[in-house]
């Protein structure tokens, strides 16, 4: 399910005797495509790349998750790609309520100019804030404003404005 992002690669040796080129993408399972998809291109300006059903057989063998039928969505923001699946099968599946504290809780964190303003262009998709932007006063990142948005699937934007 790989999809190349055509940046040049960065080079790491890992320990094992191979090398890590490239992030390729960064995925999240959702439960509207359609919705997920604009709120990436209306309100944060990403390109939708690409958007089609996979093979079925590939992605139970890939996945482990028996009667797997999905649709992929191959969203592009600046530097980084993140790829959008639905399943449409099978029915029965579980919705993760994760919060920040738990093992494995996943956010995307951006860089913007104006929190206040990227929260509300979020809330139109369904985003709301877990609470107000937090005001940074200690640190490298001191005079920054932080906000964590949530949309009903549990996928978990931070919105970061550093100071002007």
Do not use: W
């Not at 029915?91 to 309520?97: C, F, L, Q």
């Not at 995307?108 to 877990?130: K, N």
Request: glycine residues 8%; proline residues 7%; charged residues 20%.
């Amino acid at each position: 399910m790989s999809e190349q992002t055509g940046s040049s690669p960065i080079v790491v040796q890992g320990g094992g005797g191979f090398q890590v080129l490239r992030t390729n993408h960064t995925s999240f399972t959702v439960s509207d495509l359609d919705r997920t998809c604009e709120f990436f291109v209306n309100t944060l300006g990403f390109e939708v790349v690409s958007r089609a059903p996979r093979d079925p057989a590939l992605i139970r063998e890939i996945t482990g998750v028996a009667d797997a039928d999905i649709e992929v969505a191959y969203v592009q923001g600046p530097g980084h790609r993140l790829e959008l699946i639905q399943y449409l099968a099978p029915t029965v599946r579980k919705r993760i309520e994760a919060q920040p504290c738990d093992t494995g809780f996943v956010h995307l964190a951006f860089d913007v100019t104006d929190v206040d303003a990227a929260i509300a262009a979020s809330q139109v998709y369904g985003f709301c804030p877990i609470n107000s932007p937090t005001p940074i006063d200690k640190g490298p990142n001191s005079g920054s404003r932080v906000v964590y948005i949530r949309d009903p699937d549990g996928v978990t934007i931070e919105y970061f404005e550093k100071p002007a």
